[in-house]
């Protein structure tokens, strides 16, 4: 059954620590991306990767980096957690082209305290 | 640019019962429609897609769409609910072009009432 994966479901952090979300999928997607959801706002794309060591902003970059080193792995950073990064991050990868769909992880819930 | 608009936040049925989930889309190019279910602490997952060809389309579950050109919606429907439907319901859209990245509603929280 292929999927992606998130390491972390349940992640609580302090402000200002450095936060690291991981993401894999066993499914040789050339696409990956990573969304914020947030009730009555749906999905915001923050980061997306179309190849490795490739990286594209989404429409709310600010305050994250993204990593992808190798073809099967994302990876969302917060530099310096803030309160308001306080979401649900969920990641999901797909083919190239444009009617590809995505496959999502089950998401991580993250509280920045 | 694409936008997506998902009027009903929260939609309670009855259980059996019939249920259209409303969705309109703004867009001055061609595009593709989708919709996504998001169960209960899960990532989301295709429901139907829209890409060509008949404008009605069938999904998983029981689930069904119907793309409209002119009024630009592309609301979802079912006959009859169940229990296991309880859910939150995303429609999205993505433009033709290699550079359009898809874009999301705000999403419609179906609940079932027994």
């Known amino acids: 059954d292929v999927k992606v994966t998130q390491s972390s479901r349940y992640l609580v952090k302090r402000t200002g620590e450095k936060v690291f979300l991981e993401c894999v999928q066993d499914m040789d997607h050339e696409n990956m991306f990573w969304y914020r959801q947030d009730p009555g706002l749906g999905l915001r794309l923050i980061y997306f990767?179309?190849?490795?060591?490739?990286?594209e902003k989404g429409d709310i970059p600010e305050g994250y980096s993204v990593s992808r080193e190798k073809k099967e792995r994302f990876s969302l950073i917060l530099e310096s957690a803030s309160t308001n990064q306080t979401s649900m991050y969920l990641c999901a990868s797909s083919r190239s082209g444009v009617t590809n769909v995505l496959t999502f992880g089950a998401g991580s819930r993250l509280t920045v305290l | 640019a694409q936008s997506v608009t998902q009027l009903d936040s929260q939609v309670p049925v009855f259980e059996e019962a019939p249920v259209e989930l409303r969705c309109n889309y703004s867009s001055s190019v061609s595009v593709y429609l989708f919709w996504y279910v998001q169960y209960p602490n899960q990532g989301l997952q295709l429901l139907l897609k829209y890409l060509s060809g008949s404008t009605l389309v069938k999904g998983i579950n029981g689930f069904e769409a119907e793309f409209n050109k002119s009024q630009t919606s592309f609301h979802l429907r079912k006959p009859s609910v169940h229990i296991s439907d309880t859910a939150e319901y995303f429609c999205a859209v993505r433009g033709y072009s290699s550079a359009s990245k898809i874009i999301f509603g705000s999403g419609t929280r179906l609940s079932i009432r027994p």
């Open positions: 990767s179309y190849d490795v060591k490739m990286k």
